[in-house]
């Protein structure tokens, strides 16, 4: 079993709509939760990242943490076509003195005109 | 503009040779990361570095070698002992480093290695 899961998709929604992407994850030492986005034949980009449980918001996307869960959510409010790309989930966890990150395989979303 | 420069961006090779791959930062971090990417798996550690001339094997460093002998610089050669090489490099870097957990990541564009 992965250490985190994530729907490959594609996901694919009208314009406007409201999406959401998630992340299941079975440490629960994980205390640190990013959400990357990679368009297509470029690197990731950091859009947000959390520390453990709650909600953080940023203009149209938001990001939540449900540790009892072992759970993350990113929501895009009033999606455009340009936020058409695959979101990787990371999360991280202390080991040893340093902290390593464990990657999401990624979901590619699709945003219809 | 501050930022890191992969090269080539796509690259050829046959079996059995050994190929490098680029990767420049002007962003004055200290840490650089080398990540292997394939469909439907999570971004894998090959190497990482929090300083120069140090650098630490990541979760798949077998087949890889790097080094570090300038701040901006993080070469990754792919040898011949790395049985399935074809996949997409991304080389990254950081400030924090990775004795912290809010270790931001600021990526390349990658590069595409095919071997024939």
């Known amino acids: 079993q992965k250490e985190v899961e994530q729907d490959p998709g594609p996901l694919s929604v009208p314009e406007g709509a409201i999406v959401s992407l998630n992340c299941t994850y079975s440490n629960s030492a994980f205390q640190y939760f990013m959400w990357y986005r990679q368009y297509s034949r470029k690197g990731p980009e950091l859009l947000m990242y959390t520390y453990s449980s709650g909600n953080k918001e940023d203009g149209r996307f938001t990001a939540q943490v449900d540790k009892s869960s072992k759970y993350i959510s990113l929501f895009i409010r009033d999606s455009q076509p340009s936020d058409s790309a695959t979101y990787l989930c990371a999360m991280s966890h202390r080991r040893g003195s340093n902290y390593q990150l464990i990657w999401g395989a990624g979901t590619k979303l699709i945003i219809k005109p | 503009d501050g930022g890191i420069t992969q090269s080539p961006k796509y690259l050829f090779r046959k079996e059995g040779q050994n190929v490098t791959l680029s990767c420049e930062q002007n962003?004055?971090?200290?840490?650089m990361y080398w990540y292997r990417q394939d469909p439907g798996q999570g971004l894998r550690l090959i190497y990482y570095?929090?300083?120069?001339?140090?650098?630490q094997k990541g979760d798949i460093a077998e087949g890889y070698s790097v080094s570090r002998e300038k701040k901006e610089s993080f070469p990754l050669t792919v040898t011949s002992a790395q049985k399935n090489p074809t996949a997409f490099y991304l080389c990254?870097?950081?400030?924090?480093?990775?004795?912290?957990?809010?270790?931001?990541?600021?990526f390349g564009a990658g590069s595409r290695l095919t071997v024939l």
């Open positions: 990254a870097s950081s400030r924090q480093g990775a004795s912290s957990g809010a270790n931001v990541l600021t």
């Open positions: 962003l004055n971090h200290d840490a």
């Open positions: 570095s929090q300083i120069v001339n140090d650098f």
